[in-house]
Nanobody, 127 residues
Framework: VQLQASGGGLVQPGGSLRLSCAAP????????IVWFRQAPGKEREGVSC????????DYRESVKGRFTISRDNANDTVYLQMNSLKPEDTAVYYC?????????????????????WGQGTMVTVSS
């Protein structure tokens, strides 16, 4: 089983993109789905997390109010709606999941050793 991340592309500053993370054949209703990103020459950083059944969410500070994570359990897909994009959002975005049910604090879900990862989708914000 592998997660499938998609939806990246080139967008101008202020624009929007919606990323998708699908897990065909894997029911992840009870587990968190997280998004990380990694820009060239920088460390990977957590972007957003959505919990299993309750759908609680968490975001890194710099994307709060601009990004929204949601899940469609019927279709085993999680979305990351990204609005008001900035050049500093440019990165490869990865989704991941594991046997973790709640996001908790930012430090908790960003340090968890996720077992399943998507292949990454490139987001470029540039004029």
């Amino acid at each position: 089983v592998q997660l499938q991340a998609s939806g990246g592309g080139l967008v101008q500053p202020g624009g929007s993109l919606r990323l998708s993370c699908a897990a065909p054949g894997f029911t992840f209703d009870d587990y968190v789905i997280v998004w990380f990103r990694q820009a060239p020459g920088k460390e990977r950083e957590g972007v957003s997390c959505i919990s299993g059944s309750r759908g609680n969410t968490d975001y890194r500070e710099s994307v709060k109010g601009r990004f929204t994570i949601s899940r469609d359990n019927a279709n085993d897909t999680v979305y990351l709606q990204m609005n008001s994009l900035k050049p500093e959002d440019t990165a490869v975005y990865y989704c991941a999941t594991g046997f973790k049910r709640q996001c908790g604090y930012y430090s908790a879900w960003t340090k968890y050793p996720y077992k399943l990862w998507g292949q990454g989708t490139m987001v470029t914000v540039s004029s």
